[in-house]
């Protein structure tokens, strides 16, 4: 099956600066990556994905690229703001396993004033 | 409002005893999820189903029941065989094979004591 790991666990900028988190997956078949953002107390919202046919793709302060030679993907913040603060999952899909997602250990973000 | 229900909030229950976790959905799903948060350990599926009357073990389903009689209801059962029942449970849908974003609940925080 499909092995993702994420780091860092966690990670302290100031605000208005830049935030990367970095994700690995194990299987080259996979071919859908999303990235979650959890607040305290409430269930995951994505925030922005990306498919294996596409290397970059950005939304507003977001971004999310990946590199499918070296099978990682990296979910960029930009300007951070406060209310960035939260936990951040990433995800891999492996293709043939329907909607079946395998999550990675989240990232707990700290935009510091 | 389209969305994911889960209830209740908050749940206790003695060990030795089943407890069943309701999850509903107006979002016309086919697919429903559940999966178990620990802190530290990211998101693992328990159960999922992609029509009804159908579903399949995910990663951790040992101590977990699930049925799907309804398409927007997946109730999850936490029997008493489960070692370590306290956590974090969120259930998700999506349209199904094919579409990939999961939508999650609010999630319902289990305390076995």
């Known amino acids: 099956g499909e092995n993702v790991e994420q780091h860092p666990s966690t990670l302290s900028v100031q605000e208005g600066d830049s935030a990367v988190i970095k994700c690995t997956y194990s299987d080259s078949a996979s071919n859908y990556f999303p990235w979650y953002k959890q607040e305290l107390g409430k269930g995951p919202q994505l925030i922005i994905d990306?498919?294996?046919?596409?290397g970059e793709k950005k939304d507003q302060r977001i971004a999310v690229t990946l590199n499918k030679t070296a099978k990682h993907f990296s979910l960029h913040i930009t300007e951070t703001q406060p209310e960035d603060s939260a936990v951040y999952f990433c995800a891999a899909r492996l293709s043939g396993t329907a909607s079946k997602l395998t999550f990675g250990t989240g990232t707990r973000l700290q935009v510091t004033l | 409002d389209g969305g994911i229900t889960q209830s209740p909030k908050y749940l206790f229950r003695k060990e030795g005893q089943n407890v069943t976790l309701s999850c509903e959905q107006n979002l016309n799903h086919d697919a429903m999820y559940w999966y178990r948060q620990d802190p530290g350990q990211g998101l693992r599926l328990i159960y999922y189903?992609?029509?009804?009357?159908?579903?399949q073990k995910g990663d951790i389903a040992e101590g977990y029941s699930v049925s799907r009689e309804k398409k927007e209801s997946f109730p999850l059962t936490v029997t008493s065989a489960q070692k370590n029942p306290t956590a974090f449970y969120l259930c998700a849908s999506s349209r199904g094979q094919g579409d990939y974003e999961q939508y999650f609940g609010p999630g319902t925080r289990l305390t076995v004591t």
């Open positions: 990306i498919r294996s046919n596409v």
């Open positions: 189903s992609q029509i009804v009357n159908d579903f």
